[in-house]
Each structure stands twice: as structure tokens, then as C-alpha cells.
């Protein structure tokens, strides 16, 4: 049975409710909310200025863009995102989805972070950055009324979420700090990670090993 949320339908293809149930597997309550959040405020910003979009895709693409904060999906190396991007494309690959929309999923997620960037991509990465920041950051919060965003933290609580977010964040990637380097998630460290020093980008031009 289709369950929707506010007028917008969660989607319960194969492929959404394959996506829906890895996420289940491996994350947690808080992810499960939050990227559900994600996919109905993007989803809503969307139909509200008229854009057309994906619904599958735009689900699918909330649903990854935090597993890469999982053990699962985790590389020692990589950005979270990128890694969440990666666990897409290869879950899509196995499905048999075309070229074109495993890339808009993979741009989706890998860019949800990128300020300044994702906003001006297609629609599904656009609304993917847009409902991350609309639920992390409460970015042009009154563009949804009070009324629907009640009925969105009804079906999907926060649970605090401002508070615990942010810990959560880190601990997707304190075991690779430097790959917050150029984004906000340096942020975080900065915060949260005793001893954290970023790296300075003029430092990298200043001391590189050029010879001028």
C-alpha cells in the first residue's frame, strides 16, 4: 500500500523499497528520519516552485546520502559523501538503471554538502541539497507552512535531532578527518574532535613545492 505524506507519495517500487530497506539494515532511527525528511522537504520545496522531477530518484538519492556515515559504506579514505554516492551507483548498477540516472543519483549525494554548487544542477540534485538544508539548517524555512511541516516530523520525528546530528556527522568520518578538507564539515571537526587542525588551502599554495 502507497503511503503519502503531506500530498507527496513515498515511493514503493522494487528499486525505492530495496533502497529503504538497506538503509534500515544499516543505519539507524536517526538516519531513517532525517533522509526521509530530506526527500519530502526537497520534494515539496520542488512541486512548490513548479520543477519537475524524478520521485523515484529523489527518494533513492535521500535514502544513500548518509550512508556513508555507516560502517557498512565507509572507506578509510574518501569523503562520506562520495562514499554515499558510490554505494548508489553500485546498488543502481546491480539493477540494471540507465547510465544517465545513476549519474544524477551519484551528483546527488556526492554534492549535497557543496554550497553554492548543487543548487544550480538538474532538479534531483538541486532538491536533494535543498531538503538537506531545509531539515539541517532550516534554509528558506518558510517556504513550507507549519501546517505541512507538522505532518513531516509527525510521520518522521526529529528526536532532538539539532543536538545529535552534529556528533553523528563526526562519527562517520573522525577516523579520516582530512577528508573534510574544502567543506563544511571541517565544521564539525573543529567543534567536536579534540586536537583537529584543518588543513589551510593558502598554506597548501604558500608552501608547495614549486620553486618560484
Known amino acids: ?16 523499497v530495496g533502497a529503504a ?19 519530502l522537504f526537497g520534494a515539496l520545496q520542488g512541486e ?11 527518494y533513492i538519492s ?3 546520502h548518509d550512508l556513508g556515515l555507516t560502517k557498512k559504506y565507509s572507506s578509510p579514505d574518501k569523503r562520506f559523501e562520495v562514499d554515499g554516492a558510490n554505494a548508489a551507483r553500485s546498488y543502481l548498477q546491480q539493477h540494471g538503471v540507465p547510465d544517465q540516472s545513476i549519474r544524477l543519483v551519484w551528483d546527488a549525494i556526492a554534492l549535497h554538502t557543496t554550497i553554492g554548487v548543487a543548487q544550480y544542477k538538474e532538479p534531483e540534485v538541486a532538491l536533494i541539497y535543498s531538503g538537506v538544508g531545509y531539515d539541517v539548517m532550516g534554509e528558506n524555512f518558510d517556504s513550507i507552512s507549519e501546517e505541512i511541516r507538522e505532518k513531516v516530523v509527525g510521520a518522521f520525528p526529529r528526536d532532538n535531532f539539532k543536538n545529535r546530528i552534529l556528533p553523528a556527522f563526526l562519527e ?5 578527518p582530512e577528508t573534510t578538507f574544502g567543506n563544511i564539515k571541517a565544521d564539525v571537526c ?3 574532535l579534540p586536537g583537529f587542525k584543518p588543513t589551510n588551502f593558502c598554506d597548501c599554495v604558500l608552501h608547495s613545492p614549486w620553486k618560484e
Open 190 to 192: 573543529g567543534l567536536l
Open 62 to 64: 535521500a535514502l544513500f
Open 21 to 39: 530497506e538497506l538503509l534500515r539494515e544499516h543505519g539507524d532511527a536517526l538516519l531513517w528520519n532525517h533522509s526521509h525528511r530530506v526527500y
Open 1 to 16: 500500500m502507497s503511503i503519502s505524506i503531506a500530498d507527496i507519495k513515498i515511493p514503493d517500487s522494487k528499486l525505492a
Open 172 to 176: 562517520g568520518f573522525k577516523h579520516k
Open 48 to 58: 512548490n516552485a513548479g520543477v519537475k522531477f524524478d520521485s523515484e530518484l529523489l
